[in-house]
């Protein structure tokens, strides 16, 4: 079911589930006085609520956003979407860029610290844990990496509030990770109370995009920051094994 949203490229909100099974047919039902849509017998594990729009020069539509959202009455506002199934949001992102011989990522993030329930409109937002990580193997993504050294070292919230991770890639991957049926790094399943969130840091349509969007610049900005100290990030004892070494620092300018 899709609707559209104002923007300077017309957006489409969709709320998008699939069934455990085959079935017969589906029951939708939309709310308009909530702007909420039910679909009967749909998998909970499915549900969410996208935001796209569609490229001029090929057609194709362009994900901005994809949120997961209660099977009973799912939003088609984002804002709502965020209230109704998460409480606190954390926003990651990893650049990667060769220097001399080596490839140095860095991941970034930023965060809400109150939950989102307080919040109506206006949501603030700092700067969180940062890493930098040498020479990531080929063969991984320096993202799943910088998602996994903040979940490890930093999640210590209680099994009951619930954490939504913003990023901005592995879409197709969310579902199962979101399910725990496969890991998100290295035989890591994600927490029971953690689900990631795709947003596209090329827009800046809502909380998402914005939170992931600072990601980017500030992961871009500690790269320069950091690609002279090589010689020190080799020494760093902090080891896994899909990389040279890594650390954890603090920007110069993490609210920039």
């Known amino acids: 079911m899709g609707k559209k949203s104002r923007q300077e490229r017309p957006r489409r909100d969709y709320i998008y589930a699939t069934t455990k099974g085959e079935v017969s047919h589906l029951t939708v039902h939309y709310d308009p006085a909530q702007d909420r849509v039910t679909i ?24 901005v956003s994809s949120i997961a959202a209660p099977s009973m009455g799912a939003s088609f506002s984002t804002f709502t979407a965020l209230k109704d199934s998460f409480d606190y949001l954390i926003a990651i992102d990893t650049n990667t860029k060769k220097i001399g011989d080596h490839q140095l990522s860095v991941c970034a993030s930023y965060l809400i610290e109150q939950p989102l329930k307080s919040y109506v409109s206006e949501v603030p937002f700092v700067g969180g844990p940062c890493y930098a990580m040498l020479d990531v193997n080929e063969a991984v993504n320096p993202e799943r990496l910088g998602w996994h050294l903040v979940i490890k070292n930093h999640f210590r919230a209680p099994p009951n509030l619930r954490i939504g ?42 909380l998402v995009n914005q939170m992931i969007r600072y990601c980017d610049k500030l992961a871009a900005r500690a790269i320069s920051e950091i690609s002279g100290k090589i010689d020190d990030l080799k020494k760093a004892k902090s080891r896994d094994d899909n990389c040279a070494a890594y650390a954890y620092f603090r920007p110069k300018k993490a609210n920039q």
Not at 41 to 57: F, G, H, K, N, Q
Not at 179 to 193: I, K, T
């Open 165 to 206: 991770v913003i990023v901005d890639c592995e879409l197709g991957e969310h579902q199962g990770m979101n399910s725990r049926a496969v890991p998100y790094y290295e035989g890591h399943f994600l927490p029971e109370n953690v689900s990631l969130i795709y947003a596209s840091d090329a827009s800046s349509d809502s």
């Open 40 to 63: 009967a017998d749909a998998d909970p594990d499915t549900v969410r609520l996208e935001t796209r729009y569609e490229r001029p020069s090929s057609g194709k539509e362009k994900v």
